[in-house]
């Protein structure tokens, strides 16, 4: 009897990665998030990057990437909009709803994704739950106000630390730092961002509700799973 191995992370996000190239609409400028999943479909894109005009970029790591694949980069203020953002996530709900930024860009990402009139999100099964929040919820914040915006989570019953890179906080492609915020439950995503992004000091939360996914390519053992929201 002969077995089948189960397709690794990696090879799942290969298969997402191929297969987001069906949205990509040629002749135009597609949207590009950030991450190892994102990295999958960059380098799937570079197979037809004679047939769109180029990319905008969440990060400074997927321009790099982009760049070095002979795929020309637009600043987001060149375009009026995008046919497409493609990108991953950290979490995906039933709804398209979804947590973003353990990779650090999730206001770049948040703001290439309102530039789309479609969101298609890449992940590997891992990533779709009932409720978001199981994974720390990222929020970029300005240095000066992260202790306060810490005290406004542990009032919400979430504990927010301080990302660090090398024993030092991180700080984002934009100069800020970021809170991660474990002990959450985001039963109605949309309300949860608009009221976090209204505290003061907060740059973006990574719930990704006004800026939802249409489009999930999910990576499962029998295939790419197609969910449409």
Not at 96 to 124: H, P, S, W
Request: net charge negative; glycine share 10%.
């Amino acid at each position: 009897m002969t077995t089948t191995n189960p397709l690794s992370q990696d090879q799942l996000k290969t298969l997402v990665g191929q297969a987001a190239l069906e949205y990509v609409v040629p002749g135009e400028i597609v949207g590009v998030g950030t991450g190892s999943t994102v990295n999958k479909f960059i380098d799937a894109l570079a197979t037809m990057k004679d047939r769109i005009r180029g990319a905008v970029s969440s990060s400074v790591a997927s321009t790099e990437r982009l760049q070095a694949l002979g795929i020309p980069v637009f600043d987001a203020n060149e375009v009026d909009a995008l046919a497409v953002y493609i990108d991953g996530a950290d979490e995906i709900d039933g709804k398209g709803y979804m947590v973003k930024g353990g990779g650090a860009a999730l206001t770049r990402e948040k703001i290439v994704a309102a530039l789309a009139k479609r969101f298609v999100c890449i992940a590997d099964d891992s990533k779709l739950v009932e409720a978001l929040g199981n994974f720390p919820l990222p929020v970029e914040v300005i240095p000066m106000s992260a202790g306060q915006i810490q005290r406004r989570f542990a009032d919400m019953g979430g504990a927010a630390t301080l990302r660090q890179k090398d024993g030092q906080p991180l700080v984002t492609d934009n100069g800020q730092h970021i809170l991660d915020v474990r002990g959450l439950s985001i039963t109605d995503p949309l309300a949860f961002e608009s009221t976090v992004n209204q505290w003061p000091g907060v740059v973006t939360v990574g719930v990704f509700a006004h800026q939802k996914a249409h489009v999930c390519l999910l990576g499962t053992a029998q295939g790419v799973r197609t969910l449409s929201f």
